[in-house]
């Protein structure tokens, strides 16, 4: 069974950069995309972008200008970096994984970041 | 982007009711829609997948249908256990777009 565990700073200063890991356990990294995914309190979804182990990502256009993600598969983890953060950042983040190009099947618990000063 | 509608918003219904929840896309996005279930405090589950196939484990009174651009999920009966909020999902073509889901509570 996969399980996905973020990690990271549960809050972050205006105008930093908010960064986070995901450990992958149950499957290897390099066979899927992996996703990030956040939910600001009591709202929606938002796809934040894919990362795929051989380093191709792709961004939602919203946060193309501050988003990077990467892949560690030494580790089988990924990463998500945002830079620039405003409270309007502020959310749960999920990293999920994206399967068959289709559907998100396995989720993390997910990780509360608020910006904050 | 395309956009992801859902109606009603909030749901209530009684334990065995049938229950419909309706998501309508922008554009046309073949059968590339997905169905996930939250309850408060934790993530989302996959429901179904490309409209209509049950992930694995999901109990069979969930069901997913389309008709052109408007999809559908059914709860044939309701149970005490399914109330929850839920989200249509779209991978058509990125950005991944949710539409804003809906609120399922007991009457």
């Known amino acids: 069974q996969v399980q996905l565990q973020e990690s990271g700073p549960g809050l972050v200063k205006p105008s930093e950069t908010l960064s986070l890991s995901c450990s992958v356990s149950?499957?290897?990294?390099?066979?899927?995309?992996w996703t990030w995914i956040r939910q600001p309190p009591g709202k929606g979804l938002e796809w934040i972008g894919y990362?795929?182990?051989?380093?191709?990502?792709h961004y939602n256009p919203s946060l193309k200008s501050r988003v990077t993600m990467s892949v560690d598969t030494s580790k089988n983890q990924f990463s998500l970096k945002l830079d620039s953060v405003t409270a309007a950042d502020t959310a749960v983040y999920y990293c999920?994984?994206?399967?068959?190009?289709?559907?998100?099947?396995?989720w993390g618990q997910g990780t509360l970041v608020t910006v904050s000063s | 982007d395309i956009q992801m509608t859902q109606s009603p918003s909030p749901l209530s219904a009684s334990v065995g009711d049938r229950v419909i929840i309706t998501c309508q896309a922008s554009?046309?996005?073949?059968?590339?829609l997905n169905w996930y279930q939250q309850k408060p405090g934790k993530a989302p589950k996959l429901l179904i997948y490309?409209?209509?196939n049950l992930e694995t484990g999901v109990p069979s009174r969930f069901s997913g249908s389309r008709s052109g651009t408007d999809f559908t999920l059914t709860i044939s009966s309701l149970q005490p256990e399914d109330i929850a909020t839920y989200y249509c999902?779209?991978?058509?073509?990125?950005?991944?777009?949710f539409g804003p889901g809906t609120t399922v509570d007991l009457k």
């Open positions: 999920v994984r994206w399967k068959s190009g289709s559907y998100f099947d396995s």
């Open positions: 149950g499957a290897s990294i390099s066979r899927y995309y």
């Open positions: 990362v795929y182990y051989s380093g191709s990502t």
């Open positions: 554009q046309d996005i073949n059968n590339d």
């Open positions: 490309d409209v209509s």
């Open positions: 999902q779209q991978y058509d073509s990125a950005p991944f777009t």
